[in-house]
């Protein structure tokens, strides 16, 4: 048996055990090699190796428990009074390859999702009375656990009857609609949609409760596994074999027909980015950090999707071009709206960095930027550093006074393409300094000597600006080339890089039969500015902020479980500019613009009524006040709503004479015509057009 050997670190890419005999393997074989592959993996690859203590271990229980049980639906207190005993013992666990502290909690839930499944059958076989005044939370990271099974049983009651309350208006204003476009359309009293919309809520829960039965030992295992890895940071993560495969589905993109990368976490499929020129980043709406409730196609009632296997949501989502699916979406203010995407295939194109000169007080290049793309199996694919020089020549040969690169929603990619691309706004010198667990960080330069565009920059990000997209905004910032415009109070502060490590490859020979035990990815490196400050957790702070609706908000890396630490070394060997223009007369002219601009106004009394939504979570049960609640919302939405026109007095859009085509491309006129429609609504750009026309 493999209990009590132990798997010894040979080199430092490669964990070999060494053992003398041969065995038939067990399941608890497979979890002891698991378990003792992971943590000499962590030990020996990670950027910042943990002690595995009691304080260790205390962090796992409680970050456990609460994935264990994320929405506090099945356990009660007592159970968690029981499994806090062990709370000191996990870490002892972990050493012996022991567990006792799983073994009990596999126990415990399952016995309580037997319990759960009994508790919404009777309370759905009864109508609600929703002329009663209670409310019930929304946000389970506020509730607490249940003090008793009665306890518990009201929470299901309020929970079913919230969903019972959501169903009816649903179909009210289905049968509304259905109203409109015909007079032979039966229309149904409300206690008729009561009954009609327990039935429903009762089938979306007869499908949640068999996804969970669905759930066996290895899927709770990769949860408890997890919650040790997201100790050691957010992106650390163990991957059982099936988990892999999901994790290449989500990172595929163009499979999903919609072109949103999604993530499964804490039972909820969350959207980790917007695949650039996919469906999903033409209609604009869904966006990274969203998480999907629900998924329909077309008019037919959605699926819910809470606690769903990815691959299986990966099914709802994708299908044949030219298909409609509708996700019901939550957003981060905590605000629940439908998005409906026409499936597509992703234009590569769209993908690709754009430009078009902005024409008014002065000619503003503007060039998009969608992701750092490259070349990265060497077949002569295009690489995004190539294809900006290719658009700031462009721009010159057209004499414009200023470049804007927009990296709004640009979630990074690849490091020397970043380099490479500073380097063609300044001379050379360093950009980036990269670090290993061990040893000097090493930094990493332009070296070439020539200036490709020297004239007024900006740089636009917001808080889904990540990784690569920071590392260039904050080598322009610290060379004060130009000036970082955001509409966020910083970008998203992912300064870690990750990479997979193969757990079959430490195996020895003779434990074939235990394979495929999984991957395992470990963060290995951390980017620092050349200025020394890591882009980790604090990432890029704007030099002008815009204010958009979600910039109160709280998001980014901070906002994760266990985050590693901002720090900084030594700053590298660089000559910072002196710029002709003064930033924080800049900022002072902006902020005077925006106080005065009724369109921003809209925007910053929509921040903080979010911010307030975010906050305040607690809904009413009552019919009327849900009703009245739910207009209210819908009123100050139309606002936003009314934001979406073309900016009066706002710049003109001309494309380059390089890019020109035969008027016979119906295909590239319809594309261009709507993206320079969008240029034209963008309040953030053509305040970012009114801060260069300030610019020497």
């Known amino acids: 048996m493999l209990k009590n050997k132990k798997l010894l670190l040979l080199i430092p890419v490669a964990l070999v055990a060494i053992f003398s005999y041969a065995f038939i393997a067990t399941q608890t074989d497979k979890d002891q090699a698991i378990d003792q592959i992971l943590m000499q993996s962590l030990k020996t690859m990670h950027y910042s190796p943990k002690e595995i203590n009691d304080d260790f271990s205390q962090k796992v229980f409680k970050l456990y428990t609460q994935r264990l049980d994320y929405n506090k639906k099945f356990l009660i207190q007592s159970d968690i009074d029981d499994l806090k005993k062990m709370d000191r013992s996990i870490d002892d666990d972990i050493t012996a390859g022991k567990f006792t502290f799983f073994e009990k909690s596999f126990e415990i839930i399952n ?5 759960a499944q009994e508790y919404y059958k009777k309370i759905l076989d009864k109508p609600f009375d929703f002329s009663k005044d209670e409310t019930v939370e929304l946000d389970a990271e506020k509730l607490s656990f249940s003090k008793s099974k009665d306890d518990l049983k009201d929470a299901w009651r309020k929970s079913l009857k ?102 499964e976490k804490d039972g909820y499929t969350k959207v980790s980015s917007i695949v650039p020129g996919s469906a999903s980043w033409k209609q604009g709406q869904l966006k990274a950090g969203d998480i999907i409730l629900k998924v329909g ?34 957003k981060p203010d905590g605000s629940i709206i439908v998005i409906p995407i026409i499936r597509d295939i992703v234009v590569l194109e769209d993908s690709y960095a754009q430009s078009v000169i902005l024409k008014g007080k002065k000619n503003i290049g503007y060039i998009k930027l969608p992701s750092f793309y490259a070349d990265f199996n060497g077949k002569g694919g295009r690489s995004c550093s190539k294809d900006i020089k290719k658009e700031l020549e462009k721009l010159k040969a057209e004499n414009v006074d200023g470049v804007i690169l927009d990296l709004r929603y640009n979630g990074g990619g690849s490091l020397g393409d970043v380099v490479d691309m500073a380097g063609l706004f300044i001379d050379k010198g360093p950009i980036v300094q990269v670090k290993q667990k061990e040893g000097a960080p090493q930094v990493m330069e332009d070296k070439d000597p020539s200036i490709v565009y020297d004239g007024p920059f900006t740089v636009m990000v917001n808080s889904n600006s990540a990784s690569a997209s920071e590392i260039m905004a904050a080598a322009i910032q610290d060379y004060h080339r130009g000036v970082i ?32 035990i999984g991957q395992v990815k470990i963060t290995t490196q951390k980017f620092y500015r050349i200025n020394g400050g890591a882009t980790q957790l604090k990432g ?140 034209k609504k963008d309040l953030y750009l053509n305040e970012t057009v009114q801060i260069m026309n300030e610019m020497k």
């Open 485 to 516: 415009v955001g509409t966020s109070p910083s970008t998203f502060g992912k300064g870690t890089v990750q990479r997979f490590y193969d757990m079959d490859d430490y195996l020895p020979p003779q434990y074939a039969d235990i394979k495929p």
């Open 162 to 263: 919230y969903q019972t309350l959501a169903k009816i208006i649903e179909m009210t204003e289905s049968q509304e609609k259905a109203k409109e476009k015909s007079d032979t359309v039966k229309i149904k009293t409300k206690e008729e949609l009561e009954v009609d919309a327990r039935k429903k809520v009762l089938k979306n829960n007869d499908d949640y409760f068999k996804r969970l039965k669905e759930l066996n030992h290895n899927d709770r295992l990769s949860i408890y596994f997890n919650s040790i890895t997201g100790i050691y940071d957010p992106h650390t993560e163990y991957f059982a074999p099936k988990d892999k495969a999901n994790f290449d589905i989500s990172m595929s993109g163009q499979l999903e027909g919609i072109g949103a990368q999604l993530q």
């Open 111 to 115: 016995k309580r999702i037997d319990e």
């Open 540 to 679: 890029v702070i704007p030099d002008i902020i815009l204010p958009d609706p979600y910039y109160l908000l709280d998001q980014g890396e901070k906002e994760q479980d266990y985050p590693m630490v901002w720090d900084e070394i030594n700053p590298a060997h660089y000559a910072p500019l002196k710029p002709s223009y003064s930033v924080e007369k800049l900022k002072t002219n902006s902020l005077a613009r925006i106080k005065n601009n009724e369109s921003f106004a809209v925007l910053e009394e929509a921040a903080k009524r979010l911010k307030k939504q975010k906050d305040s979570t607690v809904v009413s049960l009552n019919f009327d006040k849900y009703v009245a609640e739910q207009k209210r919302l819908k009123a100050e939405y139309k606002k936003m709503e009314n934001l979406d026109k073309e900016i009066v007095g706002g710049v003109d859009v001309v494309a380059l004479k390089a890019d020109a085509f035969p008027e016979s491309d119906t295909v590239k006129i319809a594309k261009n015509k709507d993206w320079y429609k969008a240029i």
């Open 297 to 330: 196609q077309g008019a037919a009632d959605p699926v819910d999707i809470v606690d769903m296997r990815l691959d299986n949501v990966v099914q709802l989502v994708r299908g044949k071009k030219g298909t409609e699916v509708r996700l019901t979406v939550k």
